[in-house]
Each structure stands twice: as C-alpha cells, then as structure tokens.
C-alpha cells in the first residue's frame, strides 16, 4: 500500500522537427496564442500545468474533465510511460522521476484492455508473474483467487477473442490484481462498454476496492463514475485542476463555472441574474422574482465583501420548484423518466431543465404551455461575471 504525491508536476510535448513553432506573422495578423484551449510555449505544448495533489494510502482519488485536459497524461506520468518536464512524484516518499515503470510498483488497466489475443486468460494474468519468476504454484494460487473475485474462473481457458467487452476488462483487471501492486491505476477502464455493463462495471470496481485494499487512481470523462467510485474527485481542464473535493463537496460547492456546469446529470441551469446586498442581507433577482440567500452562504458572501453585482446565476434542476407565480417559462419537450418528469423550457433566454417529482406532477404539460419556477436561496450559487468563480469561495 503506499501514499502518492505529485508536487508542481508539469507536462510540456516539444515540437517535433520545427512543427508547431510561431511563424512570423505578417502586418496586421493577429498572434495566435493558443491551440486546443492548451497553452503554446517556446518549448511545446503544455499539456499539464502545475498538479499538485497528495494522495493518501489507500484512497481512491478519481481525475475527470473533458478529452485533452491532460488526466491520462497525468496519470501515464506516474506510470513512467511518460516523462514529467517539471516537477516531483513521490511514491511512498520515494522520489520517483527516474525510475522505470517496471520498479514503481504500480499496475496499469488500460482503455483497450491490451490483453495478448494469443494466450488464454489463464495466461493473460500469469504472465507478469512468470516475468518475475515466481513459483509455479504461488502463479496458480495468485491467479485462482483473482479469477474468483472477479468471477472469470469458467473463462480462464479461453482466448480473449472469445470473450465479451465486459469479460475481457475483468480479465485486464484481475492482470493488474495478481501483481498485488502497492498503486493501482485505471485509465477510463469502462469508455468500451455499454451503458448497461458500464453501471455493472463500476459496482463491480467499487467491491473490487474493499477487496484488495490499495490505492487507486482512476481516469474517466464520465462524471457519473467520478461521483460514484471516487473518495475525492480532481476535475481538470486544459491541464490545470479546477477543483478537488469529495463528491459532495464539488457537487454542492463548485469553486467555478466550469465545474458547476461539469458535475451534475441534469446539467446545472445558468441565468444572467442580479446579486443585490442590503444591509448584511444577500438577495438574487431573476424574471421578476427577488429570492434571499439562507445563512450560510450569506457569511461567506459577507465574508468576502461581496457587493451587489450582475452574476451569473446557477441552479440545479432537481433545485427547482413549479410554483403559482414565479419566472415565467414557456415548455419545449416534456420528458417521462419513471419517478419524475423533465421540463425542457425557455426561460429568460435560456434553455432550463426543471426537474418534477411525479408526485407533484397536477396534469400534462404540453408544447408551448406556460409555467412559473422559483428555487430556494439555500440552493442557489453565484458566480463572478468577470472570471466565473464562485463569490461565496
């Protein structure tokens, strides 16, 4: 088991035989400065700015943002199957920038499981211990027991071919297993899967986790892994951490914009709103409705001096109430999914989705119909117009 710390870690990729580099720009032409949201240095591209994250033993920390934010990469970092440009990791207090991955005592299940289609799953798992010259019995114990957890034992004598997508990600998983590594790493193991494999899957991985006890650290793009496996979330974008946070804590305490809109199934509804301090009072004043913030998020408003301002708004679906009279919108598509029913409307310029309990439904809700919404201050977030951070933080 071991601690991982990754200290003002960076990720620069050179240009490669001159590609990339600025060319002279003619009179009049704009400098372009970025490419693919990344920052363009004279060295390269900045794939990954500064990560700093400790990661205590045994924890599960999950790394999630949209392609190109520079988790995997991050991830393929501690791995050694990249080079870090700048920067410290540590694996149990061990300084590990040049020490090879086959030292690291890490394991590594990847995208496209990287199963060797010419041996057996049997063969698949042992492999990595016949490396190490271990003894013959100690591989069949070791790959029996993986074989069990992961409930392969009746596929160990086939070839991968002859496998399902599922069956075949145990299978890389319970590669990773035998080693009995001190760091276990997963880079979004279940993207290959159905959507009805991959909620499987992850309830699988998180049975996995009380098993066999290690530390973990797990990519995806899906926030709804992210909020279900992991002890701690890291959400990236363009290579820079935007947050970490408990899945609670990101969810109802977004640091930005960014993270708001990111975490959240629904996505979170985002209006041009106005912020209005009176007193040691906080209100926010949307479509015609004034709505008071609750107590706490005044102290931390107060706290930071907050005055009033045009904001940006944030409220969640499942947050929002259908009341008598309220912001005024007009419905688009009404949604039937089983315990509630979504409301895609317009309002205030918008596109909001309101979430509604089945049990408060009081009819049908038709194209072009209009209703009234309101939320409570104690759900409400607000954020900077300026730099999109969130003025409570």
Request: with cysteine; proline share 3%.
């Amino acid at each position: 088991m071991a601690t991982v710390t990754l200290k003002n870690v960076k990720k620069i990729y050179p240009f490669v035989s001159g590609e990339g580099k600025k060319k002279k720009k003619k009179k009049g032409e704009p400098e372009e400065e970025k490419k693919v949201n990344l920052q363009i240095t004279e060295q390269g591209v900045v794939a990954v700015q500064e990560f700093n994250l400790d990661i205590a033993d045994k924890e599960f920390i999950v790394l999630v943002g949209p392609s190109g934010c520079g988790k995997s990469t991050t991830l393929r970092m501690v791995a050694g199957l990249e080079e870090i440009t700048e920067g410290e990791l540590y694996i149990d207090g061990k300084l590990m920038n040049d020490v090879a991955p086959k030292d690291r005592d890490i394991a590594m299940v990847f995208q496209n499981y990287a199963l060797y289609p010419h041996m057996t799953v049997y063969e698949n798992m042992a492999f990595s211990l016949k490396l190490r010259k271990e003894r013959k019995d100690i591989i069949d114990k070791k790959v029996r027991e993986a074989a069990e957890i992961l409930d392969i034992t009746q596929y160990l004598d086939r070839k991968p071919k002859a496998l399902s997508g599922g069956q075949r990600q145990r299978v890389a998983i319970g590669r990773a297993i035998v080693r009995d590594p001190a760091v276990f790493l997963m880079d979004e193991p279940l993207s290959n899967l159905d959507a009805k494999l991959r909620n499987q899957m992850r309830a699988e991985i998180i049975k996995l986790r009380e098993r066999i006890n290690t530390t973990f650290i797990y990519v995806t793009h899906d926030q709804t892994e992210a909020m279900t496996l992991g002890d701690r979330i890291v959400i990236m974008r363009d290579g820079y951490i935007q947050q970490i946070g408990t899945p609670q804590e990101v969810f109802n305490n977004p640091r930005n914009l960014f993270v708001a809109g990111f975490i959240g199934t629904p996505q979170m509804n985002l209006f041009d709103a106005r912020l209005v301090k009176e007193q040691d009072r906080y209100f926010v004043e949307l479509g015609g409705i004034r709505v008071e913030l609750d107590g706490e998020k005044r102290e931390r408003l107060a706290a930071k001096g907050v005055e009033s301002q045009d904001i940006i708004l944030g409220v969640r679906p499942e947050h929002t109430q259908l009341v008598e009279s309220g912001v005024a919108a007009k419905v688009d598509v009404s949604e039937m999914m089983g315990s509630s029913v979504h409301l895609h409307v317009t309002a205030e310029g918008k596109d909001v989705i309101i979430i509604v309990p089945t049990t408060d439904i009081k009819g049908y809700y038709s194209m072009g119909d209009t209703v009234h919404f309101s939320f409570n201050g104690s759900m409400a977030h607000v954020f900077s117009k300026e730099d999109e951070h969130n003025l409570e933080w």
